[in-house]
């Protein structure tokens, strides 16, 4: 199974920043693809981020480009979402998410999900 634990979410003002972490198993980030999606309460769950396990490729909606930005440490096997210029609508439960190297990114087909961490953009 694929262990994957979010963290690093909390309380910002409008135009803060946040860095959110995913731990991930051993070797995870060699083989899976990671996504970080989110859901805020009464909407579906939106694809946000995604990198790629075979080049490292990155992915961002359309809401959150130029503003997020998504890397990974595969000696910490751990991948991180830096989020910049937080807008109230960015208030979600934040989850990250692993599937093979083929999934498509920033769909909401991943196989394997974390617990989520709660992100509040607030005044």
């Known amino acids: 199974q694929v262990q994957l634990v979010e963290s690093g979410g909390g309380l910002v003002q409008p135009g803060g920043s946040l860095r959110l972490s995913c731990a991930t198993s051993?070797?995870?980030?060699?083989?899976?693809?990671i996504g970080w999606f989110r859901q805020a309460p009464g909407k579906e769950r939106e694809g946000v981020s995604c990198?790629?396990?075979?080049?490292?490729?990155?992915y961002y909606s359309d809401s959150v480009k130029g503003r997020f930005t998504i890397s990974r440490d595969n000696a910490k096997n751990t991948v991180y979402l830096q989020m910049n210029s937080l807008k109230p609508e960015d208030t979600a439960v934040y989850y990250c998410?692993?599937?093979?190297?083929?999934?498509?990114?920033?769909?909401?087909?991943?196989?394997?999900w974390g617990q989520g961490t709660q992100v509040t953009v607030s005044s």
């Open positions: 998410a692993a599937d093979s190297a083929t999934v498509k990114c920033l769909s909401r087909n991943f196989g394997s």
């Open positions: 051993k070797f995870t980030l060699d083989y899976y693809t």
């Open positions: 990198i790629s396990s075979r080049d490292g490729s990155t």
